[in-house]
């Protein structure tokens, strides 16, 4: 089995794979390690004024994080307006569903094939133009007259905001060569996220009394703020730099590779190959640590997508009126967002490792409340705790696992596989899961959902433990 000797592989921006990571260490890997900025305490090539690359860095990690708003803002603002649009284009019930799973799927399939697109047109390539399309299928949301349009515009936008969620992860996972960096500007993508699902529910209350128009005005807030995503990650010179200084440490890095590897080490690495490698940091297979993060974010995800789903649903079904359901839901999303920005502030490490398991405790907690309290009180509180206490022990997890754990020339492909693996089942369950939430059903699917957060903790533990082997906690150190 190959061992790969670093995580910090590059992916090019023409969307090719450098020399990748070789089966040996070898010598050129402090060289690579050096121009990438990494554990040598050298500052990386290119940088200049640590306060000019500061404010870059955090220009990159908001244009890249909107991604994530216009991901879950997306999902939020079409649950949010379903019923509107369901009178002003005279839905049936079939196609209300229909419309809902389209979105679903669609995002589930973008988000399976991010990484392959990205390999293929180039990663910075792809992170303009998945935007591009995003902001042309929420239009066609936004004027669509007939459920044939509105479906085309849900579906584009679903395989639009599904790409580039693994995709803008990874240009930040590229373009920002300090770990410790990017692990913080990753983590504030999912921040960016819960403010995608706060914003259309408050946008959605406040609209309300407009009906139709309403739901209208709701997309199309979205398509400017996917506009100005667009504009601003093709116009920025400060995105523009970075993706130049990236590209330099890559043509670095396989001058290096080129030097020190001969044979079969000088060939490129893709996804196979590295599923099959062992990382030295942290002596583990990669193919155990994919299966453990998968598995850990289709638990938790499955969990997450019903709660996110049905909470409305589940409150109206126990007596809440709707404006006391959105108010529940408001507030929980501010708890999203409170959460997201504290768990963020913590130093990654040991801390970040026992926070993820109070995390995952508050959710079986969670889950446990609603199964046993059958009440909109009982309901009411165990959303807020899930809501918090989701950024400690949920999806921010996943993707800085993934980040941290493959190499920079697999990990679009690897986060989009985690991703795609993890909607297709929810996108299924959400066809069924309305059925199960009635009378005399919604006991047993709720107490199927305490095992489902128990098995999120169990195999998310799993990524904790094998994670802080010995060399991982000294390049932690």
């Not at 070898?26 to 390690?33: I, K, N, R, S, V």
């Not at 390999?119 to 007259?145: E, H, K, M, N, S």
């Not at 990874?170 to 819960?194: G, K, N």
């Not at 005399?440 to 990524?463: Q, R």
Request: charged residues 10%; glycine residues 12%; positive net charge.
């Amino acid at each position: 089995m190959n061992r790969v000797g670093d995580a910090y592989e590059p992916m090019r921006h023409d969307g090719q794979y450098g020399n990748g990571a070789t089966a040996n260490g070898g010598a050129g890997t402090e060289d690579a390690l050096t121009g990438m900025g990494v554990g040598t305490g050298k500052r990386s090539a290119g940088n200049g004024d640590p306060g000019r690359d500061d404010n870059a860095y955090g220009v990159l990690g908001a244009a890249a994080g909107l991604g994530s708003f216009l991901g879950s803002g997306t999902i939020l603002a079409l649950s949010s307006t379903l019923a509107l649009w369901r009178a002003g284009l005279g839905l049936s019930a079939s196609q209300v569903g229909a419309v809902s799973a389209i979105l679903t799927f669609a995002f589930a399939i973008g988000s399976f094939c991010g990484g392959f697109i990205a390999q293929r047109l180039g990663l910075t390539r792809t992170f303009i133009i998945d935007v591009i399309v995003c902001v042309a299928a929420l239009a066609i949301c936004t004027v669509a007259p007939n459920f044939a349009m509105l479906a085309l515009g849900i579906g584009l936008a679903g395989i639009a905001v599904g790409v580039d969620l693994p995709v803008s992860i990874s240009v930040i996972t590229h373009d920002v060569p300090d770990e410790s960096r990017r692990t913080h500007l990753v983590s504030r993508t999912q921040v960016l996220w819960s403010a995608g699902i706060l914003c259309p529910y408050v946008l959605a209350l406040i609209v309300s009394p407009l009906g139709f128009l309403g739901a209208r005005i709701v997309f199309g807030t979205l398509t400017a703020v996917a506009l100005l995503t667009a504009l601003w990650r093709v116009l920025d010179p400060r995105i523009a730099r970075l993706h130049r200084e990236a590209a330099a440490r890559e043509r670095t890095m396989t001058t290096n590779r080129a030097e020190s590897t001969t044979g079969e080490n000088a060939g490129g690495m893709g996804m196979i190959d590295v599923l099959r490698s062992v990382n030295v940091r942290t002596g583990r297979p990669y193919a155990v640590m994919f299966a453990a993060i998968a598995l850990f974010y289709v638990m938790w995800n499955l969990m997450a997508n019903t709660i996110n789903q049905f909470q409305t649903y589940l409150l109206v079904s126990q007596h809440a009126s709707q404006t006391q359901a959105m108010i529940i839901g408001i507030v929980a999303a501010v708890l999203c967002v409170l959460g997201g920005v504290a768990y963020g502030r913590v130093p990654k490490g040991v801390w970040r490792d026992r926070l993820f398991w109070a995390g995952a405790l508050a959710q079986v907690l969670a889950m446990v409340i609603m199964a046993v309290g059958g009440s909109m009180l009982f309901t009411a509180v165990a959303v807020m705790l899930f809501q918090f206490f989701c950024n400690f022990a949920g999806e921010m997890n996943a993707k800085v696992w993934t980040q941290e754990t493959f190499p920079v020339a697999v990990s679009a492909e690897a986060q989009s596989l985690i991703l795609g693996i993890a909607r297709i089942p929810c996108a299924f369950a959400s066809l069924v899961l309305p059925s199960l939430l009635v009378p005399g059903m919604i006991t047993v699917a709720l107490w199927s959902f305490v095992a489902v957060a128990v098995l999120s903790g169990v195999f998310g533990g799993m990524v904790v433990v094998l994670g802080s082997a010995p060399a991982r906690r000294m390049v932690i150190a």
